[in-house]
């Protein structure tokens, strides 16, 4: 009886926890034609699947209950596919081995890391109000530990960085730990996005730089109003890239974007941001400075509806941005090249004017900034000096007033009883003199 009540109360645990998994609100909402879609590619056997079929179904949208399948259904589609998957980007950041590889979960979780500190801290801080994560090693606490500790055991190189706990925890919510850690290791080592977290982060400054340059030629215009504003990708894009969009937006856009990625690889990125930035355009064109271009993009952009949503992710999948982003990826090592090679030589490369243009504006916004704080600060120092003459003018009248009051108190004191003494008061002659002396 003991063993059945355990096994009733797990499966009721593990009932409990697949609802909090899910509990997000699918942004846009699944539909009835994206389940029939994704039941008829579910129900067929791989080698019956084209990309088209796949591209299709994940246009309509991925309804919660069949993402951790679908999401494994593409993992295969792409190993077994190999020549349908784009080329990796960055190959000089491809991985050269794994000790542990083969080395099961289960065994890799019982080792230890030296990253364990590290991953204890992100573990609140990662998506704190969804209900699976926000008891303190809890259920889903603990699983996330787990999954970032094999794989911080698995990739010595990358170990664990910020940002890799909110990729892992939106793969963990459909899925067991086992299924997730595969998961993981999918979109980090064979679609790519392990090359972010290597020391160094070069290829987010790759990755920054081609996004400015898809900006600049898909959306010149845009592009010229974010300049004029030194505002770069940088200042808004990077959390976009470093833990796909799970730190500002709502998990259930951010699930949506994780669907493309595993068709997509990284490139799934970069089509959602520049398809986000044209649906929003000519709002953020019609920003008049800085400080209203950064407030939209951080409270404007995450708060997205549904509606927007489907717009965004219908662009996304009709883009096809590889070969830019090939051709931005070359040009931008060629840049570096040619910097490193003219670094003894006076004359700055277009980037460096540009760069330097930007740092002088900032420059003088600075010296702007400070010159009003220095004039006002000028302005509350002639104030106080103002305030202390006004005090010193009224305590010398106060002082004065003091002297007058003693000097007539001193006189009513010595004149008074005799004016009444010459009116003949009596008794009230000793009662005037006391409230005199009272004064």
């Known amino acids: 009886m003991n063993k059945e009540n355990k096994r009733l109360k797990l499966q009721q645990e593990e009932a409990m926890a697949k609802r909090q998994k899910l509990e997000y ?39 919660k209950q069949k993402r951790g399948e679908a999401w494994k259904l593409l993992i295969d589609y792409n190993i077994n596919y190999p020549e349908q998957r784009l080329n990796l980007p960055y190959g000089q950041y491809s991985i050269t081995s794994l000790p542990q590889e083969n080395v099961p979960y289960e065994d890799l979780i019982c080792q230890l890391t030296s990253f364990q500190h590290l991953i204890l801290i992100d573990l609140s801080r990662t998506f704190p109000k969804y209900s699976y994560y926000s008891a303190f ?5 603990l699983a996330l530990y787990n999954l970032l500790k094999a794989y911080s055991l698995l990739d ?16 963990l919510l459909h899925g067991s730990e086992q299924e997730s850690f595969s998961c993981l290791k999918h979109l980090l080592i064979t679609k790519g996005l392990r090359s972010q977290f290597l020391p160094g982060m070069m290829s987010i400054q790759v990755q920054l730089y081609q996004f400015d340059r898809l900006l600049h030629d898909n959306m010149k215009d845009l592009f010229d109003h974010l300049e004029r504003n030194d505002i770069v990708p940088i200042f808004y894009a990077s959390p976009w890239f470093l ?16 669907d493309l990625i595993f068709l997509y ?36 952009l995450p708060a997205i509806g549904a509606s927007e949503a489907s717009r965004v992710f219908s662009q996304a999948v009709e883009y096809d941005l590889s ?36 740092l002088e504006k900032q420059l003088k916004n600075l010296q702007a900034q400070l010159d009003v704080s220095k004039l006002s600060n000028k302005e509350k120092c002639i104030q106080v000096e ?18 007058e009051r003693k000097l007539i108190k001193h006189q009513l004191v010595s004149i008074l009883p005799k004016l009444l003494n010459k009116a003949d008061l009596g008794p009230d002659i000793e009662v005037l003199s006391s409230l005199i002396a009272e004064l």
């Open 386 to 403: 103002e305030l202390k003459e006004k005090n010193k003018k009224l305590a010398n009248s106060v002082s004065q007033f003091v002297k």
């Open 25 to 63: 609100v699918e942004i846009p909402p699944a539909t009835p034609e994206s389940e029939i879609s994704w039941n008829a590619v579910l129900s067929k056997d791989l080698c019956f699947i084209n990309r088209c079929d796949l591209e299709k179904a994940l246009k309509a949208g991925i309804p």
């Open 323 to 358: 070969r830019q982003l090939a051709t931005y990826e070359i040009e931008y090592y060629v840049l570096q090249e040619e910097v490193a090679a003219n670094s003894s030589h006076i004359c700055p490369t277009r980037e460096e004017n540009i760069t330097a243009h930007r």
């Open 243 to 258: 833990t796909i969009f799970a730190s500002q937006f709502p998990l259930g856009f951010v699930v949506r974007v994780f």
């Open 265 to 300: 690889g990284i490139e799934a990125i970069f089509r959602v941001s520049l398809a986000l930035l044209a649906e929003h355009r000519e709002m953020l064109i019609g920003c008049r400075n800085q400080d209203q271009l950064m407030d939209y993009f951080k409270s404007v």
């Open 137 to 141: 090693m809890g259920p889903g606490q």
């Open 156 to 171: 010595t190189e990358v170990g664990y960085c910020q940002g890799l706990s909110f990729i892992a925890g939106v793969i």
